[in-house]
Nanobody, 128 residues
Framework: QVQVVESGGGLVQAGGSLTLSCTAS????????MGWFRQAPGKEREGVSC????????YYADSVKGRFTISRDNRKNTLYLQMNSLKPEDTAMYYC?????????????????????WGQGTQVTVSS
């Protein structure tokens, strides 16, 4: 049984930092492209960042480029999202997800439908 569990969310002031973690079990972690998505109340789910199994390819939404860094440790079956210079508009539920392949190019937003396994989410709230 596959389990995807996020952690690390919380309340932070604007300009602050948080690191999200995601641990996946029940799957061969380094077979999967891993991604972070977020959804704010009343808004559509947005692909924030993705990383290939090797870490060689990454994607970042324009809104987070230069502020967020995605990484993975395949030995620990863990995905990370380092978030710096946080803004109130980063407030959302953040979800970790796993995909075997992408139907989109690495330079374009990922399709949620490509991701088979999802976590329950971790809330990030940035106060102004």
């Amino acid at each position: 049984q596959v389990q995807v569990v996020e952690s690390g969310g919380g309340l932070v002031q604007a300009g602050g930092s948080l690191t999200l973690s995601c641990t996946a079990s029940g799957l061969t972690f380094d077979d999967y492209i891993m991604g972070w998505f977020r959804q704010a109340p009343g808004k559509e789910r947005e692909g924030v960042s993705c990383i290939s199994w090797s870490g060689r390819n990454t994607y970042y939404a324009d809104s987070v480029k230069g502020r967020f860094t995605i990484s993975r440790d395949n030995r620990k079956n863990t995905l990370y999202l380092q978030m710096n210079s946080l803004k109130p508009e980063d407030t959302a539920m953040y979800y970790c997800a796993a995909a075997l392949a992408l139907t989109t190019d690495w330079g374009t937003p990922p399709a949620s439908a490509d991701f088979h396994y999802w976590g329950q989410g971790t809330q990030v709230t940035v106060s102004s």
